[in-house]
């Protein structure tokens, strides 16, 4: 991860579709904001190796990261990161109404099958403050389970009206949900379940560098991630299947 998310096709096309719909949402929560005009306090829940950090500056830069793993805040401080706390998603050790924005990508996959997505959803509830909006990025479909799940340690996989369930009953407003990687679903989809016909799985995750004789195709597939961002800057806007399920949440004003 450390060596790729700066410039691998996936981070960055992924990191645009991000942009696409928490851009104007996080503007408008800074406009609704109480008080005199400040800098908002944002946090990144299972930072990973940090590159997000540098990205979520765009919205203000109090960024603090957050990681279980050591590995990974030693790979955040080779990227001169500073604001960084060992501990995990769902035992946040801050105070409630901590911050203005929240996110968390990939992470509720990570986290044991017992519960523990709901609780870190409740957790990244109680540290926003009202009116605060997060950003929940994971994988979709159980049924796309792969050796690259197998890789990261995945426990699961969300559709997006059950991801949009939780996030509900853990207090949020649903401001946006959609799929995202929708033009690249079917390729990814014939070849996991003729893969699984043939008896045979990915034995690797898919964070790899493209084969030298592919890499050529960088480019095609970044282009895929971006045609979906521009759509996406469009309130309107949701892609109806994807590798990933993106929601935009908001702590109610009144809560």
Partial sequence: MAALEDDFWWYVGMRD???????????????????????????????????????????????????????????????????????????????????????????????????????????????????????????????????????????????RRGLARQAEAAGFEVVRATYANCLLFPLAAVHRLALRRAGLREADSDVQPLPRALRWAGGPLTAALRAEARLLRRAWARLPFGLSVVLVLRRPAGA
């Fill in 17 to 159: 579709v991000q942009a696409a719909l928490l851009d104007a949402v996080v503007a408008d929560a800074a406009r609704r904001r109480a008080g005199p005009p400040r800098e908002a306090d944002i946090v990144d829940l299972g930072c990973g190796t940090g590159a997000n950090l540098g990205w979520l500056e765009r919205y203000g830069t109090r960024v603090t990261g957050l990681d279980v793993g050591a590995p990974a805040l030693r790979a955040c401080r080779a990227r001169g990161r500073t604001r960084l706390v060992q501990a995990s998603s769902t035992d946040l050790p801050f105070a409630p109404a901590s911050f203005d924005v929240a996110t968390s990508f990939d992470v509720l996959v990570q986290l044991p099958r017992d519960g523990s997505d709901d609780a870190a959803l409740v957790e990244m509830h109680r540290v926003l403050r009202p009116g605060g909006v997060a950003m929940v990025r994971a994988a979709a479909y159980e049924w796309m389970r792969s050796g690259h799940d197998e890789a990261l340690g995945s426990t699961r996989r969300y559709t």
